[in-house]
């Protein structure tokens, strides 16, 4: 197995990618901290790996707000004494909307859950992982974190940003111990498009012109999480992994 008993926490754990990796990272060994905003999702995720012979706990926090997150990191550290790998997965989509038509209101939440959220889980088990010497953390960032017509514009700006944390994380730990990556998806089937309840035209049609994705499983983004917190990627640190089927190859 690639992740005996290493203790993983997963946020947006109760469906679609980071489901898929809590699964996946628990039948590879690891102690799974299934993270969400919905304690429904999180008993469902929780359930099925104890039930597929894993070790699972499932914590509910919303990863906007800093003390959610502190109590996430808190309750894990009781629960299993550390945590070795961070999976910031949980994020949300902003139906396309141009920067000309965003709210103020609509920026900070999608800024909140995408950006903050990663900085705060990144900042809390920084001081745990420092004293270890050793941790990995995996940010799920997006295409629209590499190219600009792949979301709306807080989407995209957050996504850009969580990149820029992923490298200055990566350049400043890597030194001690402490890898730090991206994972770039291109479109992945999941839950994620039933909240694209009202698209913006004028950001549909920007998007309409980077041409049709090849859609993806969540299952196939977990093995490239799992390749980037095993000891497999020991010599990668910094890096953006793009997983979109060669949507951004032409
Ligand atoms: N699906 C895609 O095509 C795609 C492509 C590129 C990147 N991504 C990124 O991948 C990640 C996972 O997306 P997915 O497609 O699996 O989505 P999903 O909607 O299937 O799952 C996301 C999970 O995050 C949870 N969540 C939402 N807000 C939260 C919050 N504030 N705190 C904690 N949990 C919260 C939801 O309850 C849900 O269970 C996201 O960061 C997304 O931006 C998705």
Known sequence: MRLSDKVVIVTGAGSGMGRAIAELFAKEGAKVVASDISEERINEVSTSIKEAGGEALGILANVAKESDVQQLIDRTVQAYGTVDILVNNAGIMDNFIPVGEVTHEHWERVLGVNLNGPMYASRAVLKIM???GKGVIINNASVGGLFGARGGAAYVASKHAL????????????????????????????????????????????????????MGEAQEIAYAALFLASDESSFVNGVVLTADGGWTAH
């Open 130 to 132: 420092l004293e270890k």
């Open 163 to 214: 990149i820029g944390l992923t490298k200055n994380t990566a350049a400043v730990y890597g030194s001690k111990g402490i890898r730090t990556n991206a994972i770039a998806p291109g479109g992945v089937n999941t839950a994620i498009s039933g909240t694209i309840t009202a698209p913006n035209q004028l950001g549909m049609e920007a998007i309409g012109r980077a041409g049709s994705a090849p």
